[in-house]
Every structure is written in C-alpha cells, then in structure tokens.
C-alpha cells in the first residue's frame, strides 16, 4: 500500500488550504493511499539562520525530514502570499533543504492551493514548483489552483466546481501512478 503525507502551508484557524488539504486526503485514501495529515504547528521552527547550525537545528527539522523521506507521496496545500509564498512554507522547505539525506529525493509530491483572489494561488504555486524543483523534487504536473476560496468549496469540504473537481481527480492519478523508481 502506497503512503501520503498532508499539509497545509497555513496553520491558521479556519485556513481553506487546511480544507484542501483533508480534501485532497479523502480522495488518496479512497484510491487506496494510507493517509497521514499533519499540522506544521507541530514542527516549531524558528525563521532559518545559518548560524543556527550545526548546534542549534530545531529537532522539528529532523523529525519533518524523516516523514518527507519515509511516505511515497507528499500533498501541499499551499496559500499564496503577494503572489509568493507564505513565511511559514519557505521557512519549511529552507530548514529541510538543510536535512540530509535530502528529504525530497524520494516521495512524488503534489501541489495545490486556495486563495482569496479569482487567480487562486498560481503565482503561488509556480514559486513553489521552482523551489522544489531546484532541489531535485519530483512534482507532478497537475496545477490546483483554487479560488475564489469563500466560493470553492460546500459544507463538507468538497469542491464545487466541475473544473476543480476533476483536477483533484487528475493530482490523485497522478501521484498514486508517478513514482521514482
Ligand atoms: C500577507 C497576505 C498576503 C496575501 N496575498 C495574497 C495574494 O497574493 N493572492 C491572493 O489571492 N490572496 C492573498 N492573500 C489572501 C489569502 O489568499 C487568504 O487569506 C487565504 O484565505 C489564505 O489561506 P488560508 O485560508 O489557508 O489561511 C493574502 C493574505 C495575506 C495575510
């Protein structure tokens, strides 16, 4: 049985990315995934300086690592902040990119986003492409941008619109067919 791991990019009460992100967990457990959400909350992280290391690495580093290294899937929901990203998931990805062996070497990461705005996090989302991909992630094609968010999904955190539907359709084929061999 093929592994996942969750998260959301925004750790705040009531974030739409932590929606999709459950979302996004339902469908891969549904095409058969072993699903693990985690919250970054629980990854306390100061913001990244080099003169943090080598004595002052938070454990959370090292703990985060270990799941990113240990699932074959990898799920982030991220928001996208003036048309970047948000503090919390470049402080993430900066402190990992510090981990060895390389945490993003082995899983098939997806990504998506919510947003306020009509765009819905694709400028967002194409920094993020970037920036995993640079060091040496493999992240499958599927762009879920999401947005308007207060419109995007019904009561129970499923998306409304066809569009949007079939492109979570799409992101679950493709990380549960990709692999790395
Ligand atoms: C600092 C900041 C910058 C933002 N920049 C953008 C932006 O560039 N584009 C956009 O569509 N929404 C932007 N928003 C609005 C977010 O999309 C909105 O707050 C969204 O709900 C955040 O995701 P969350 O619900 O998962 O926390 C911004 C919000 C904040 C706080």
């Keep these: 049985m093929k592994t996942a791991l969750t998260l959301s990019g925004s750790i705040r009460k009531g974030s739409y990315n932590r929606v999709l992100q459950q979302h996004v967990g339902r469908k891969l457990a549904e095409a058969g995934v072993e699903i693990r959400e985690i919250d970054l909350g629980d990854f306390p992280m100061p913001v990244f300086n080099e003169d943090f290391e080598p004595d002052r690495v938070p454990e959370a580093a090292g703990r985060l690592a270990e799941l990113w290294r240990s699932h074959d899937i990898v799920f982030i929901a991220s928001p996208e902040y003036n048309g970047g990203l948000s503090p919390l998931l470049v402080n993430t990805v900066t402190w990992l990119s510090r981990q060895r062996p390389s945490p993003f070497r082995h899983a098939v ?17 194409s920094h993020l492409r970037e920036s995993l991909t640079k060091v040496g992630t493999l992240v499958v094609p599927t762009l879920l941008g999401i947005g ?7 009561a129970n955190g499923n ?21 790395r061999g």
């Excluded at 990461?109 to 989302?125: A, D, E, H, Q």
Aim: net charge negative; charged share 20%; aromatic share 12%.
């Design 109 to 125: 990461f997806g990504i998506g986003g919510v947003s306020s705005g009509k765009y819905g996090t694709i400028w967002g989302l």
């Design 148 to 154: 308007p968010a207060e419109e995007a999904f019904d």
């Design 159 to 179: 998306p409304v619109e066809p569009a949007i539907i079939r492109k979570v359709d799409q992101i679950v084929h493709e990380l549960t067919h990709f692999s």
